[in-house]
Every structure is written in C-alpha cells, then in structure tokens.
C-alpha cells in the first residue's frame, strides 16, 4: 500500500471508529465525547480551509454562543458539532441562533457517516436570515486533500492521535514535572541553526546545512503524531542533560571556531545524552520517542528552536 493510500485509509477507519464510539457513548447517556470532539473537528478544519482560522466558541466567546461550537475567522461559517440528528435539534438550532447571527453560514455536523434524508428542508425556519447545511463525515471526507500528501499526513496523525485515544498505564505516566520545566523555560538565545553552525564554522557548505535543516523538519513531523504534553515532557529532559554537555564543551574548548568534525562530535554528544536519559526515565515515565535516529532530531530541532547551541551563548543562564 502506497503511503498517499495508508492515510486515507487511516482517515477512513478514524470517522467509521469515532461514528461507533459516539454511537456506544450516545446509547449510555455520556456526552463527554461530544465535547472533546469539537477541538478535534477545529484542528481538522483548520487543515481544511486554510484561508481562514477556526476556533472553539465555547472556549473563546466564554459561552456567548449558545447555537454554535466552531467559527471561523472571516464570520462567514460556523459549525454544531452534535451526534443528534432529528429535526428538532436543527430547529431548535436555528432558534438559539437568531439570536446572535454573526455568520454567514451555519452548518450542522453530524458525528455520523450517513447524515439523515429530509422530506422538507428548513427554508421556512431560517427565513432567509443565513444559510443552514447539515454535514455528515462523509461529506467531511470529500473535503479531504487527497493529492497533498503532507496536509494528508497530518490530517491522519491528528485523527489517530484524538480519536482512537490509547489507554495509559498506571505505570508508565506523563512527566508532569518535566512539562512544567519545558513551560517555565524562556530562551534567551535567539539564533537559528544555521546561525549558530555559521557562527563557528563559517565555511560550512550549503549542502550540509540543508540536510540539518531538513533533518529538522523531518523530526518535527514526526513528533506531529504525539501530544503537546508528551513532546515537551521529552524535549525538557534532552534540554536539561544536553545543557550540562554543552558546559562540559566550551569549558574544554579554547576556540570558539570549530571544524565539522568537532561540530558531529558535538551533535552526537549530545544525542548520546538524550538517549540514555529517555532511557533511564522511561522506568517511570512514558515518552513517545526512544530511537536514537528521531532523538537526534529533536536535538537538531533544540538547537534551531533556541535552547542549545555549539558555543557560549547558548548556555542557558535563567
């Protein structure tokens, strides 16, 4: 199977498992699931559409929508993200919601496959105050970028990751302490990658610095699969270890040029060290990553994201 075909089928196989989970969740009262999907289908639209931004109303309006879950930012669509799909619950929609008709459009998104036919629309309803769609998943799937394979991918990796949710292990928990260090960590050196490697060793070649550079954004797509909380768990720990190499470093070094070699050997020092701390941690934590491969990665991203670097000024002093 070609991989443009996984993430479609990944796609595929995530709406069929949320229409069933909504189904049992629906069937037993519990409409939780209602509420946490409603993030999912904003990050899933902002894949989508992205001449424009949506965001949770329920979040951001402080509950002044009484009719509307998702908007976006032009005000010319808003979404009801329900699994309830009889007419009363458009009608009653389209009530609550002439009260504060702030967009264009208003489209009822049904967490089925199969949205329900209608014998009479809601013409008489809106009274021409907005336009009324209703959307099943299926009508979500036509909106798909099946031809570009890196939106494809992170649409795929956004569905896996929210909607078939992994049980976690008593065992094995987030570092909670290692988020809150990330959080509470403010770089001070604000140098991108090929900044700092130039800074040392101006005459890299150009070659080079692009296989970092796309080593990089390779590292990143990878860690899209994971959550906020797990990434930076992880990249604190690598920080935290990889500043005490980095002192090591400049303190042997009398010159602050360097040659490639010593530049790998740094990298590798480092990876080295994140390796063996996700190792040691993982008795009692959970991290998404373990190979050393994305792991180096993940360093090239600190380096480029401010947090280390190849001399001095990347020590991190706060």
Not at 15 to 21: N, P, Y
Request: glycine fraction near 2%; charged fraction near 30%; hydrophobic fraction near 35%.
């Amino acid at each position: 199977m070609s991989e443009r075909a996984q993430y479609r089928q990944n796609i595929i196989e995530t709406f069929s498992h949320l229409e069933r989970k909504v189904k049992y969740n629906s069937s037993m009262n519990l409409q939780d699931i209602n509420i946490t999907i409603e993030d999912t289908f904003c990050e899933l639209l902002n894949n989508l559409y992205q001449d424009r931004t949506f965001r949770n109303l329920n979040v951001d309006a402080e509950g002044s929508y009484a009719a509307i879950d998702l908007g976006d930012s032009i005000g010319e669509i808003a979404f009801q993200v329900t699994s309830t799909t009889s007419r009363l619950k458009v009608k009653e929609t389209i009530e609550k919601y002439k009260a504060n008709k702030e967009f264009k459009t208003v489209v009822m998104l049904y967490c089925v496959n199969t949205k329900p036919t209608r014998s009479k629309d809601f013409s008489n309803e809106v009274n021409g105050e907005f336009k009324l769609e209703e959307w099943d998943l299926t009508d979500l799937l036509g909106k798909m970028p099946w031809t570009e394979l890196n939106r494809l991918q992170k649409i795929s990796n956004l569905l896996y990751r929210d909607i078939f949710i992994k049980i976690p292990s008593t065992l094995n928990l987030t570092d909670l302490t290692a988020c809150d260090g990330w959080d509470k960590t403010i770089p001070t050196d604000f140098r991108d990658f090929t900044d700092k490697v130039k800074n040392v060793y101006p005459e890299i070649r150009e070659v080079r610095l692009r296989k970092y550079c796309r080593d990089i954004a390779s590292g990143e797509v990878e860690l899209d699969s994971f959550s906020e909380r797990e990434v930076s768990s992880m990249k604190y720990r690598i920080f935290d270890v990889c500043q005490d190499e980095l002192i090591d470093f400049t303190e042997k070094k009398s010159s602050v040029q360097l040659n490639i070699d010593e530049i790998n050997e740094l990298i590798e020092k480092y990876t080295n060290r994140a390796v063996k701390i996700i190792e040691e941690r993982s008795v009692d934590y959970n991290y998404p990553i373990k190979n050393k491969d994305t792991l180096r990665k993940i360093v090239l991203a600190l380096i480029n994201d401010c947090y280390l670097s190849f001399d001095e000024e990347g020590i991190y002093e706060n």
